[in-house]
């Protein structure tokens, strides 16, 4: 864990307490709605799909593949100059939902990186309180 964490960090919401606590566990959680059994990233106070109110959580099991990415070049924020260039990516979990996260462990070039590749997340502990879920190549 880095000293100093020089990037906007998340701020967890009441609604998303749970998952940030699970986050820094090394296990990614996601509601599940339990009238329509729909499972959603990010953590709502409603069901996207029906507007029920019953969530519960259910452990991801942090493989997917790479839904879409883009190599970011320009950073977005100063404490992101020293990363640049990464891979931004939009990772559908085998639980069928999509979340935006970042592709790691591979060099960040459009050649290395094919739609479809298997994943799973890798968490990194920037704070004593965050870490953030990032998505390293899986084996097939
Ligand atoms: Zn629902």
Same mark, same amino acid.
């Given at each position: 864990m880095p000293a100093e964490y020089s990037k906007p960090l998340p701020v967890p919401q009441p609604e998303s307490d749970h998952y940030w606590e699970q986050a820094t566990q090394g296990k990614l959680v996601l509601q599940r709605c339990k009238d329509c059994e729909s499972a959603r990233f990010y953590?709502?106070?409603? %069901?996207?799909? %029906?507007?029920?109110?019953d969530l519960e959580w259910m452990e991801s099991a942090g493989r997917g593949k790479l839904f879409t990415f883009s190599i970011v070049?320009?950073?977005?924020?100063?404490?992101?100059r020293e990363d640049v260039p990464y891979i931004a990516a939009i990772v559908e979990l085998d639980e069928g939902v999509r979340m935006p996260s970042q592709v790691i462990?591979?060099?960040?070039?459009p050649e290395q990186l094919h739609i479809g590749m298997p994943l799973e997340v890798a968490f990194e502990h920037v704070t004593d309180s965050i870490a953030l879920p990032k998505f390293r190549p899986a084996a097939q």
């Open positions: 953590p709502r106070v409603l %069901c996207v799909a %029906c507007q029920g109110r070049h320009q950073p977005p924020h100063p404490g992101f462990g591979i060099e960040p070039d």
